[in-house]
Structures are given as structure tokens and as C-alpha cells.
């Protein structure tokens, strides 16, 4: 299926936002059917506003593959291997 940019209306703030193709396929590659409400600001505020307004905690690590320094949502315990986002994805889909 081939996708295109659409401009959709935030539901909370009322500001007109792009759904990327990429995004599209993201959303269609996960399963939902329904495309989002709310501009990126508005999801962000509305997620710190469910997490009690802290921001989640990252924590330092380096990359088992690359070697790259990141940060990850999770305190690494040194037993099991952590991945920067772009290792985590290529070791996800089997590359």
C-alpha cells in the first residue's frame, strides 16, 4: 500500500498537523486502525500529564552492538544486552 501525508486537526489544541506516510505504515504495521487525534505536543503533554508530569526516567548505557552510547527507559543490570534505538530496531525485525 502505498501512503501519502495527510494534514489532520489536533483534537485538544485545534492546530492542523501531518500524519507522514511513514508514520501511516508505522501505525498500519502495528495493527491500529485509527489514525491519531492529537498533534505531537498535545500526545506528549497529555503522556506527561498521565505519568503524574515527571518526565520518564533514562538511564545511560552503552550499545551491545554498535558500541554507541544511549539512553534507555530501564536501569541496565549488566546480564542481559541493551541496544541503541537503531540496533533495537534492526535486531527486532531480523536484519
Known sequence: MVYEDKVLNCR????????????????????????PTRCPECRKARKMQQNGGSARQMYDAVCTSCGAPCKVPFQPSGDKPVYCSDCFSAHRTGR
Open 12 to 35: 485538544d489544541c485545534g492546530k492542523d498537523f501531518v500524519f507522514t506516510a511513514g508514520e501511516q505504515e508505522f501505525f498500519s504495521q502495528r495493527g491500529f486502525e485509527n489514525q
